[in-house]
């Protein structure tokens, strides 16, 4: 498999990606917000994939890099008023280099330990930021965040998200259906056989969790701007287990997966609050479905349709 994306897929992307478009043209102000925070958290997602999808190990912590780069982008624009074609950036490598000393030591372990430390940098990410009051706002979080003048607006804005999150997606195909990802799902597959023909396992582990973190810090980065503010919530463990359910529902094998699960749980978590104070309950019985019936997600679940179709034809 090369960079090339399947016609199909190609197609559906250029209809998604153009019904977007056309979202601001229903003159809709929580269209658009709705919108704008389903595309936020479906490359937050699809960051997440390269780390569980494709290097096989589970993060706990992946919240930490979101954060990371939501923080330095609102305190580089707004305290050091830098312009965003610098302050967009360098939270972005802020967030790469973060996710590169993390899995330096993290890459030493695997399964559980993996994970369990992942889960513990990022709380000490959330400790930072809640106890750094003079610089990040601590419990009150970061407010005020100057938004340069030419996307402060609503539709201005998520014509911006709409680009930068198309972009990064494309960027993430490329270098996940490139000879570096198919390295990856090798060392996911067999990681002993991996080593034995010469792969550099903990190098490619901690290549993708750089991948990773810096594409979370690009999401992170924008959500600090959308929502004028950052919060310690952003690093919180409750964000990454979030996240992690989103890459699981929409199927961690499938690229596009993660994008779908995130979509949809967003979707799923803003009517329920509309009827049911229980959505944690709700978040928790999807869990349990995705565990026991869906383990390949909604993707997986396609699948399965699609080809009972086929064969009852």
Not at 49 to 77: D, E, Q
Not at 132 to 144: A, H, K, L, P, Q
Not at 222 to 244: C, H
Request: one cysteine or more.
């Amino acid at each position: 498999m090369g960079w090339n994306m399947p016609r199909g897929v190609l197609i559906s992307c250029i209809v998604v990606v153009t019904a977007l478009a056309l979202v601001p043209l229903a003159d809709s102000r929580y269209l658009i917000d709705i919108s704008t925070e389903i595309l936020v958290y479906v490359l937050f997602a699809l960051s997440l994939n390269v780390i569980i999808g494709y290097s096989g190990n589970v993060s706990f912590g992946h919240a930490a890099y979101f954060a990371i780069g939501g923080y330095a982008n609102a305190i580089l624009l707004t305290t050091y008023e830098w312009p965003l074609i610098l302050s967009f950036p360098t939270a972005v490598v802020l967030s790469g280099l973060a996710a590169a000393f993390v899995a330096y030591f993290c890459t030493r372990l695997t399964d559980i330990y993996f994970a369990m430390l992942t889960l513990a940098f990022a709380m000490l990410v959330w400790a930072i930021a809640f106890k750094w009051r003079s610089v990040t706002g601590g419990d009150d979080g970061f407010v005020g965040v100057n938004v340069p003048e030419f996307i402060d607006g609503r539709a201005p804005f998520f014509y911006f998200t709409l680009v930068i999150v198309t972009i990064s997606s494309a960027v993430l195909w490329m270098i996940c259906h490139s000879a570096f990802g198919q390295t990856l799902v090798a060392v996911r597959e067999n990681i002993t056989r991996a080593g034995f023909i010469g792969v550099n396992t903990r190098l490619m582990r901690i290549g993708a969790f750089v991948v990773a973190g810096s594409f979370a810090g690009i999401a992170g980065a924008i959500f600090a701007m959308y929502n004028r503010g950052v919060y310690t919530e952003s690093a919180f463990w409750t964000e990454s287990a979030q996240v992690l359910i989103m890459t699981l529902l929409g199927g961690m094998y499938s690229f596009f997966g993660p994008a779908i699960g995130a979509a949809t749980l967003y979707l799923l978590e803003r009517f329920a609050n509309e009827y049911t104070q229980y959505w944690p309950t709700v978040l928790g019985v999807i869990l349990l479905v995705i565990v026991l019936v869906l383990p390949e997600g909604l993707v997986g679940l396609a699948k399965r349709v699609r080809e009972r179709l086929a064969g009852g034809n």
